[in-house]
C-alpha cells in the first residue's frame, strides 16, 4: 500500500468489509456503534491536519472503532492478544508507519504515526500501546541495521507476520537503564547471552526480541544491542504477570542462559546499544503519548453520552454547570496535550536540537494530564464509571502505565531539567 498516492479509497473498502458488533449494556454499544461526535468541535483531533493525515486518521479511527472498540472488553477480560486483529492493521500499513518503503513499510513521518495512534487508541488502548513498541521495535532494525538485517527482518515485521519485542529493563535496571547486568561474551564468531530482562511487552508471544546486553565496561557506552528470535537455544520466558491494564498484551520476564546468536545478529556496532534504545525511546515517547490522547479524547467521549442521558433532581446531568465546566476543563488539557505531543513530533522529523527534551516533556505532560481526564470522566460516571461493562475504566487502567514506561515520568522531568540548568 503506498500511502502518498491517494490510495484511501481502497482502505475504506476493507474497513467496510471487517464492522462488528457485540452485545454490551446500553451506552457502550452506542459509543461502538456511531462515529466520535467530535468533528468540527474544539477538541476535534483533525484540527490542523493536512489532507494526507486526515486520511490517515479516518481510516485509523474506522478500523479502531469497528475491529477493535466491540472487543476491547473481552480481550482485557481473557487477556488475549489479538494477534489477526493486529494483521488486519498492518495490512492498512500500521506494522511499520515510519518505517522505510523498500521493506514494506509506510515510510511515514512522526506526526502522522501521532495522529494515527492516537485514534487506534480510542478502540483499545492497550493493542495499539503493543503496535506502538513493535512500530518502535521495526524502526530500530530499519534505522540501524545493515541491508542485509532490513532485507530479511522487515517484510515480516511490517506485515505483522512477526511480532517484535523490546528488551531493555531489567530486575534490578529500570531507570538506571545504564548499569543493565546482562553480558553478551564474544566467543569467536558467536555471542553468548546471559541476564534477564522483566516487563517485556509481547514476550513469550513474539517473534524477535530486541536484547541490550553488556559487551564492554561500566556504563552506556558497554551496551550493544542484539537481535534473537522466538526459539534460540537458552531464550526463555518467566509466567504471564498479572496487570492493572493492558491486558491484552502479554507481560513477562525474559531470561538468556547460555543463548548463543551470531555476530550478524549485532544490531548496529559493539557499544552503539545504549544509543540504538534511547533513540527507539524518543519516538516511543511519543507514541505512547499519543495512545494516551486516544484514551482521553475516548473517555471524554463516553463521559458527554453519559451525562447527555442519565438524569438526577429531574434533570439530565448534562444541564448543570459545574457538570459542564469538568466538561471544559477536560476538553482544554485533551488540546494542550495534543498540541504539545504534535509539537514534539514535529521537532523529532526534524532531529531538533531540542527534540529530545521536547519529546519527554510531551509525554510528562500529556501521559499525566491525560490520565487524569480519564480519572476525572469515571468520576463523572459515578458507580457506573467502577463497572467493567463500562469502557471509561478501561481507558484508565489502561493509561495508568504510560506514565511509568519508556521512561518514567520522574525521568522525563530529569531529562527537562537537566537541558535547562547545564
Request: proline share 2%.
Amino acid at each position: 500500500i503506498n500511502w502518498r498516492q491517494g490510495t484511501m479509497a481502497v482502505w475504506r473498502g476493507v474497513s467496510r468489509s471487517c464492522g462488528l458488533v457485540r452485545a454490551m449494556p446500553a451506552i457502550c454499544r452506542q459509543y461502538f456503534s456511531r462515529n466520535l461526535s467530535t468533528a468540527g468541535s474544539c477538541i476535534d483531533p483533525s484540527a490542523g491536519l493536512n489532507t494526507d493525515q486526515r486520511q490517515f486518521q479516518e481510516v485509523a479511527l474506522k478500523f479502531a472503532q469497528e475491529e477493535m472498540a466491540p472487543f476491547m472488553r473481552q480481550w482485557d477480560l481473557e487477556e488475549v492478544l489479538p494477534v489477526e486483529v493486529l494483521r488486519k492493521a498492518a495490512e492498512l500499513g500500521f506494522g511499520g508507519i515510519y518505517v522505510r518503503e523498500d521493506v514494506g513499510g509506510s515510510g511515514l513521518a512522526r506526526l502522522d504515526t501521532s495522529v494515527i495512534f492516537e485514534a487506534l487508541a480510542t478502540g483499545c488502548v492497550s493493542t495499539t500501546a503493543y503496535l506502538s513498541i513493535h512500530n518502535m521495535c521495526a524502526w530500530m532494525v530499519d534505522e540501524f541495521g545493515s541491508q542485509e538485517q532490513r532485507k530479511t527482518l522487515l517484510p515480516s515485521l511490517c506485515s505483522m507476520q512477526h511480532l517484535a519485542s523490546y528488551c531493555l529493563t531489567e530486575p534490578g535496571a529500570g531507570s538506571d537503564a545504564a548499569n543493565l547486568q546482562a553480558t553478551a561474551t564474544r566467543d569467536g564468531t558467536s555471542y553468548i547471552l546471559n541476564g534477564s530482562k522483566a516487563f517485556i511487552s509481547g514476550a513469550g508471544d513474539a517473534d524477535l526480541y530486541l536484547i541490550m546486553a553488556r559487551t564492554g565496561g561500566p556504563g552506556a557506552k558497554g551496551i550493544s544491542c542484539f537481535l534473537v528470535e522466538n526459539g534460540t537455544p537458552g531464550l526463555s520466558f518467566g509466567a504471564k504477570e498479572k496487570k492493572v491494564g493492558w491486558n491484552s498484551q502479554p507481560t513477562r520476564m525474559v531470561v538468556l542462559e547460555e543463548c548463543r546468536v551470531t555476530s550478524e545478529r549485532l544490531l548496529g556496532v559493539e557499544g552503539q546499544g545504549f544509543q540504538i534504545a534511547m533513540k527507539g525511546l524518543n519516538g516511543g515517547r511519543i507514541n505512547i503519548a499519543s495512545c494516551s490522547l486516544g484514551a482521553a479524547w475516548g473517555s471524554i467521549e463516553q463521559a458527554t453520552a453519559y451525562l447527555k442521558q442519565r438524569e438526577a433532581f429531574g434533570r439530565l446531568l448534562a444541564e448543570f454547570q459545574y457538570l459542564q465546566f469538568q466538561l471544559a476543563e477536560m476538553a482544554t488539557d485533551l488540546v494542550a496535550s495534543r498540541l504539545m505531543v504534535r509539537e514534539a513530533a514535529r521537532a523529532l522529523q526534524e532531529d531538533g536540537a531540542s527534540a529530545v527534551e521536547m519529546c519527554a516533556m510531551a509525554k510528562l505532560f500529556a501521559t499525566d494530564t491525560c490520565f487524569s481526564i480519564c480519572n476525572r470522566a469515571l468520576q463523572l460516571h459515578g458507580g457506573y464509571g467502577y463497572l467493567k461493562d463500562y469502557p471509561v475504566q478501561q481507558y484508565m487502567r489502561d493509561s495508568r502505565v504510560h506514565q511509568i514506561l519508556e521512561g518514567t515520568n520522574e525521568i522525563m522531568r530529569w531529562i527537562v531539567a537537566r537541558n535547562i540548568v547545564n
